[in-house]
């Protein structure tokens, strides 16, 4: 997969933006309290950010995992030192629910996240 699908692919499944044709949106919802739901919409304007690539952009995505049960176990390089690999897992117990490799941390990260919904369908109601 090229590195612009890797990234529509992480923005719609991982980090819950859909695409109307011309811009990346997402609902969020950002606070609750006696009074109600608070929500507000998330746009990206710029385009979608390079996860696969940028490490502030993937970084997002590691941020954004703890909201669906699993967190980065570990992030680091092969003995080839030309591939990363990224784990992510549940906590209690130590559990591996995805694993992802690239020639990046990023790409590693991203494919990492993927890999969680691959396996366990992984929605925004966890």
Sequence with gaps: MD???LNERVAAEVMGYTHDGF????????????LGDYK??????GGLPNYSGDIAAAWLVVEEMP???VRLASLGQYEDMETWCAIF?????????GV?????????ICR???????????????
């Design 100 to 108: 992802g490799d690239g020639n990046t941390a990023p790409s590693a």
């Design 67 to 69: 909201r669906r049960g």
């Design 3 to 5: 590195t612009q699908e």
């Design 89 to 97: 897992a549940i906590r209690n117990p130590l559990l591996t629910v």
């Design 40 to 45: 507000y919409t998330d746009i990206l304007y």
């Design 23 to 34: 811009r990346w949106s997402r609902q969020e919802q950002r606070h609750s309290d006696e």
């Design 112 to 126: 990492a996240a993927l890999d969680i919904y691959k396996k366990l369908n992984v929605s925004d109601n966890c």
